[in-house]
């Protein structure tokens, strides 16, 4: 039995794979969310537990990364077993999934472009800093955020309704972005969004680590500790650039490398949307002294916990 997957703008032979290599992968990808998920799930259950954090704009907009990097990963895992095992599904089921995939997407830049000015106004401006970030104004920023992200993708919800007959909703595609909004407008809005948000988060990254490398020159650890923070965040966007430019390298990947499409989009999908995912909670969680010393105490009682509870149950079998 053999399983077929490629891109909707793929080109080229169909690639078949057995059913042990589709297995295979769904395994990886699954088992690379779970322990990232699960990562992710006990950094914001850090951060509930405890109350300082929550009034730490600093921590709000990273937790804030963390559940949309949760949420991407989800979806995205999501749609790659779809496309394993179903291949095709209705576009209205698709547009339900790949919605909060773009959005939370294009919320990444965003997020840490405001992570950012956060750091910024903390190493710049210490005493205003309290009342320049407050726990209100974070989350007025994280709705602009998240406003910012829809107005990327509702205006092609529109154009999709306005262009496409109502029997396309009830048809099957591969569910992917350019399968679903196909309309040219949306190919040439999408382009000019992304140029778009992409420079001015580089732009403002960019100013505010040469204000930070200023600073640094008479300033103590903390503040070179910050100026480290944003090329961390350079390095992230970085990645969500390498999301933009996917289409193109993986065409010229398969152009290269004939007959490999499936190996090559899984690769893609494994480097620009799973492994990202991870980088966040470990480079900006785990870096810092108070968040790091809380994480362990609530990862290694899991841990623990779950070790107790199998050992309970081996003893009550034993017993019955």
Not at 139 to 157: N, R
Not at 226 to 252: D, E, K, S, W
């Amino acid at each position: 039995m053999n399983f077929t997957l490629t891109d909707g703008n793929a080109t080229g032979s169909v690639n078949y794979l057995s059913t042990s290599e589709v297995i295979g992968n769904i395994l990886i990808v699954l088992v690379l969310g779970v322990i990232i998920n699960y990562i992710n799930a006990t950094m914001v259950h850090t951060f509930n537990r405890n109350h300082l954090m929550k009034t730490d704009p600093r921590f709000i907009l990273f937790i804030h990364l963390v559940l949309n990097d949760m949420i991407q990963l989800t979806t995205g895992i999501t749609l790659v077993i779809l496309s394993y095992t179903l291949r095709h599904i209705y576009v209205s089921v698709c547009c339900v999934l790949i919605l909060p995939a773009i959005l939370t997407t294009q919320n990444t830049p965003f997020n840490l472009a405001c992570m950012s000015i956060e750091c910024y106004i903390a190493v710049c401006f210490p005493f205003r800093h309290s009342h320049i970030c407050t726990v209100k104004k974070t989350y007025i920023v994280i709705g602009i955020i998240w406003t910012l992200s829809s107005l990327s993708i509702v205006p092609d919800v529109f154009i999709l309704l306005a262009t496409e007959p109502l029997d396309f909703f009830y048809s099957k595609v591969f569910c992917s972005r350019g399968r679903v909004f196909r309309s040219s407008y949306s190919l040439e809005k999408r382009f000019a969004s992304h140029i778009l948000s992409l420079v001015l988060v580089w732009f403002t990254l960019f100013y505010i680590y040469l204000r930070i490398l200023f600073v640094a020159k008479h300033a103590d650890t903390d503040t070179k500790k910050a100026r480290n923070t944003i090329l961390l965040h350079g390095f992230q966007l970085l990645l969500c650039m390498l999301l933009y430019v996917q289409p193109t390298l993986t065409q010229f990947l398969i152009y290269w490398i004939p007959g490999a499409n499936v190996p090559i989009y899984f690769a893609m999908f494994i480097i620009n949307q799973v492994l990202p995912r991870l980088i966040s909670p470990i480079v900006y969680g785990l870096r810092d002294q108070t968040f790091r010393k809380y994480f362990k105490r609530y990862f290694l009682c899991g841990v623990t916990m779950r070790i107790h509870k199998k050992d309970d149950q081996k003893g009550i079998k034993t017993l019955s």
